[in-house]
């Protein structure tokens, strides 16, 4: 009787002892995983902050909302028109300084000259409509302008032309659709006539991104 109660005792305190030492055990095998899970979920984050562009692909023509498409208002082709016209003379003298291609730099100036007198041109029929004409660019505008200025020399000519082809796409829209479905009787012929120029620049701007290095 004596030596079965003894063994019961050893056998209850093997027990124990093996629960003691079971438990360290769990807890390692899953601190582990609670410790990695963040660092597992955070990862994707990384690439997608490294990978995100210095700069939005946008035109500065930042108003064309609340028109039914191919029904632009007065107010959008005004609003449009000089925010492009005052993008493309700010860009234009960045791009004869920075830029290192010599074509770029003699379209800056094209640009420069255009855009000037496409403003005087039209700024007369926009004052007799009596819509309000922007007098600064707006954020979309500013940022494509900062870039430029921020773009280091062996970058500046790519993004000078990638602006210059949204800029050039967007107002030819804008102009055509004007043109044809616009409600000022002043204003139309005068919008029919700029599109010619701004498909020539659109085609200039095509031809200079053909001729960049690869």
């Given at each position: ?41 955070a990862a994707p984050a990384a690439p997608e902050a490294a990978s995100a562009p210095a700069y939005t692909l946008v ?33 234009g003298k960045i791009a004869q300084t920075k830029a290192q291609a010599q074509g770029v730099k003699d379209f800056g ?106």
């Amino acid at each position: 009787m004596k030596h079965t109660v003894l063994l019961a005792l050893a056998a209850a305190s093997a027990l124990s002892l093996a629960a003691c030492q079971k438990k360290p055990e769990t807890a390692a095998a899953v601190a582990p995983e609670a410790a990695t899970a963040p660092e597992v979920a955070a990862a994707p984050a990384a690439p997608e902050a490294a990978s995100a562009p210095a700069y939005t692909l946008v035109s500065p023509i930042e108003v064309v909302v609340g028109a039914p498409a191919g029904h632009p208002t007065t107010g959008t082709l005004i609003a449009g028109v000089t925010l492009t016209d005052m993008y493309q003379v700010q860009a234009g003298k960045i791009a004869q300084t920075k830029a290192q291609a010599q074509g770029v730099k003699d379209f800056g100036k094209m640009m420069v000259t255009d855009h000037t007198a496409m403003s005087n041109q039209m700024k007369q029929l926009f004052v007799a409509a009596k819509e309000k004409v922007p007098t600064e660019l707006g954020p979309r505008g500013k940022g494509m302008i900062d870039a430029l200025n921020a773009a280091s020399p062996a970058d500046f000519d790519k993004l000078y032309l990638d602006q210059q082809q949204a800029a050039q796409k967007a107002e030819l829209s804008l102009l055509q659709d004007y043109a044809n479905a616009g409600e000022s009787a002043d204003i139309k012929p005068a919008a029919a006539k700029a599109v010619p120029k701004v498909q020539a620049h659109l085609a200039k701007v095509q031809e200079l991104q053909a001729a960049q290095p690869r």
